[in-house]
């Protein structure tokens, strides 16, 4: 039996497999699912024979928000002392990059979880949307910040103040996602995406990794000079020796940390 309840894992070579499987609740993210992920995603991120992680829900849904009926009674001291959410912060802080598969419904909480990914490859089946407004409430797991910081002001403050559904190509438009591709292909695409980033050298990849959510953070004269330490100091890899000396010998490299 699977040590989780909540979703399926699967290691397939350097890449990590998550998929959310409440499939009758759309996989609403209730407090196991969050704690099933988290603990997925971090036992990847510790594991050196992973190089990069997937996370995807059902063709139907990625994850059609929060658990409604799970918050519905909760109480103003529930949610602060519970610090509810609070959990998905240990998943933006993975080091391993993680892509968000995403078919279906991704609305809510589902929209604000494929956010906090790295990138979204999109079927383009995929709906995106914020539609807390209509329950009452704001978005709770970073989409007012993480959707403006994608899609700009004006889109955000529509989807959020109006509840409105995108559809993929809408969102590739707006610059929330990677790409769109048919649903069919959405795992395999995500899959071979995957093996992509897993053979490169993983430390270099969690370099990017880290200088573009950096572009988040801080100004650009901060980013810049952050990204010139960090181009330096990987000429302290055998990895850049590898990769330099593969390309003018015109071979494939064979990195070493991976
Ligand atoms: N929570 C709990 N159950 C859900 C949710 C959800 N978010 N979404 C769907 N379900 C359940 C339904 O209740 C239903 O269960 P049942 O059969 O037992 O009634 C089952 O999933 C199937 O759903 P539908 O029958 O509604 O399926 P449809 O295909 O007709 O509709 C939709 C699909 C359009 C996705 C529809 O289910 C829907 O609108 N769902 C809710 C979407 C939504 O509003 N999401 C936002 C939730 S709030 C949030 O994510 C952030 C909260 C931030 C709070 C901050 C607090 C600190």
Redesign the pocket.
């Known amino acids: 039996m699977s040590e989780y309840e909540n979703i399926l894992l699967e290691r397939s070579g350097r890449v990590g497999i998550i998929t959310l499987n409440r499939p009758?609740?759309?996989n609403?993210l209730n407090f196991g699912l969050m704690q099933d992920v988290v603990a997925a995603a971090t036992n990847l991120d510790e594991d050196p024979e992973i190089g990069a992680i997937i996370i995807t829900g059902s063709e139907r849904?990625f994850a059609?928000?929060?658990?409604?009926?799970e918050?519905s009674e909760k109480t103003y001291v529930d949610?602060y002392l519970g610090n509810?959410?609070r959990g998905w912060d240990t998943l933006a802080a993975v080091r391993t990059p993680v892509i968000a598969a995403v078919a279906g419904?991704a609305?809510?909480?589902g929209c604000e979880l494929a956010l906090l990914c790295d990138f979204i490859i999109a079927a383009d089946t995929a709906k995106f949307g914020q539609?807390?407004i209509?329950?009452g409430?704001?978005?709770?797991?970073g989409g007012s910040q993480r959707l403006t910081r994608a899609v700009g002001k004006a889109k955000a403050m529509e989807m959020i103040l109006t509840g409105r559904t995108i559809g993929a190509e809408e969102a590739e438009r707006a610059g929330m996602v990677a790409r769109v591709v048919p649903a069919a292909e959405l795992l395999d695409d995500a899959r071979s995406t995957a093996e992509t980033i897993a053979s490169m050298s993983a430390p270099v990849a969690m370099l990017g990794k880290e200088l573009v959510n950096a572009a988040f953070e801080t100004t650009l004269d901060s980013g810049i000079r952050l990204e010139r330490r960090v181009f330096h100091s990987v000429f302290a890899l055998e990895d850049q020796k590898e990769g330099m000396a593969a390309f003018i010998e015109k071979r494939k490299p064979e990195f070493k940390h991976r």
């Open positions: 009758k609740a759309l609403a849904a059609a928000g929060a658990d409604i009926k918050m949610m509810w959410f419904h609305l809510g909480g539609p807390e209509k329950l409430v704001i978005p709770g797991i």
